[in-house]
């Protein structure tokens, strides 16, 4: 009798495995893409908000070690000492090397806080060459204690330290300013290495931020407050757009005395928690320039023992991160052409009309401490007078208006 197999599969060969077809394989595919693609902003965001934690506390800790100068001291650390003016007849806008007529300086605000950091290398670094009578003679930190002249000045200025570039910059250890330091073009200076902190000369510019019996502050003292139809000062004398820091006058003699002395705290009558103290600043970090076979580039942004507009100092004269070019006195050449000019724009300016920008690569805004020490996200659409009052300490604006 025959019998005969109705609807019994037919058997594989032993082995075989049945494989995806294309379209079984690019549905996964895509499915994996859109996954990534979900994902992805998601932990870059997160790495994000540390790296901006991260940099918040760097700002909080330097913050922290002008209040413990203070503390000391009983008045704040000066943005920058100067006797140009009285000792050579160059205006005391003038930051510059020694050839180009800069040959009476103090140290800056940034070295003066170094021992309050905990940073003891650095901090031993500036002590020996603040106290060296021989290598202060010359009377130019920033030129005299550049990464070159570690016989003379023990190359401060040539040194960095993790803290002082925020971890959301691409400012690295190896960034040096450069802008022909052994002539007389440029600034005459370099072999100084660059950070992402700095002071607040005020709510204006470089001139309102001169020692008060400078030719300078005297001619922008003649200006009448003028408001724009939002409120902000756009013409004013420097005693309602001053700010925390400023360039102080000091003697050149003897050296001792050319660290020369701040504001006291009692100053900043618009209060503490109002006024902002230190901001954020972005570095051009692409060689362009090289002296001694060490690269480097002439933008000397973020160039930390320079106390000149845009190197360790800043205004609010504009919002953070602002469109407007920054009006410096060394500007990078040939920047228009690099991709990072669109969030860090500049044009080079001599004179007491400089002005730079706090700037920095957070999505949105830049950190700012205060007077008191806490530190503030402030947005980039913050109006523009508000960023002003907040940048001045004795503007008189109400508080509410802040």
Not at 330 to 357: K, L, R, W
Request: hydrophobic share 35%; net charge negative.
């Amino acid at each position: 009798m025959n019998h005969v197999a109705i609807g019994c599969p037919r058997r594989r060969k032993r082995g075989s495995v049945r494989g995806f077809t294309l379209v079984e394989l690019l549905v996964v595919i895509a499915i994996i893409g859109v996954l990534v693609g979900l994902l992805l902003p998601a932990v870059q965001a997160a790495r994000e908000a540390a790296r901006r934690t991260q940099c918040t506390n760097q700002t909080r800790q330097l913050a922290l070690a002008v209040a413990n100068f203070e503390s000391a001291f009983r008045f704040l650390p000066p943005g920058g000492p100067t006797c140009v003016e009285w000792e050579t007849g160059a205006p005391s806008t003038l930051i510059a090397g020694t050839q180009k007529g800069g040959s009476c300086y103090g140290p800056n605000w940034y070295i003066q806080v170094l021992p309050y950091i905990e940073q003891p290398g650095m901090a031993d670094m500036a002590r020996r060459a603040i106290n060296d009578k021989g290598n202060f003679e010359e009377a130019n930190p920033m030129d005299n204690w550049d990464g070159k002249r570690k016989d003379f000045g023990t190359g401060l200025g040539g040194e960095s330290a993790a803290f002082m570039h925020c971890p959301s910059a691409t400012t690295g250890e190896n960034v040096f300013y450069h802008d022909d330091d052994e002539g007389t073009t440029g600034t005459a200076l370099g072999y100084l290495k660059k950070s992402n902190y700095v002071a607040c000369f005020g709510g204006a510019q470089l001139q309102h931020a001169t020692p008060p019996d400078s030719d300078a502050y005297q001619t922008a003292s003649l200006a009448e407050r003028t408001l724009d139809n939002r409120g902000k000062v756009v013409s004013g004398p420097p005693e309602i757009l001053n700010g925390i820091f400023s360039l102080v006058r000091v003697r050149k003699k003897p050296p001792a005395n050319r660290v020369g002395r701040g504001i006291k705290l009692s100053q900043v009558s618009d209060g503490l928690s109002n006024t902002v103290m230190l901001s954020e600043v972005l570095t051009w970090d692409e060689a362009n320039t090289a002296e001694d076979n060490i690269p480097g580039n002439d933008d000397w942004r973020g160039t930390w023992v320079v106390p000149g507009m845009g190197a360790s100092t800043f205004t609010g004269l504009h919002t953070p991160n602002s469109n407007v070019e920054d009006q410096i006195a060394a500007c990078g050449t040939n920047i228009q052409q690099s991709p990072v000019f669109q969030d860090m724009p500049c044009s080079e300016f001599d004179g007491g009309a400089q002005y730079a920008s706090a700037r920095s690569n957070h999505s949105g805004g830049v950190n700012a401490a205060m007077g008191d020490s806490s530190v503030r996200f402030v947005d980039d659409d913050i109006e523009g007078s508000v960023w002003q009052a907040m940048t001045t300490r004795a503007g008189g604006e109400l508080l509410e208006d802040q």
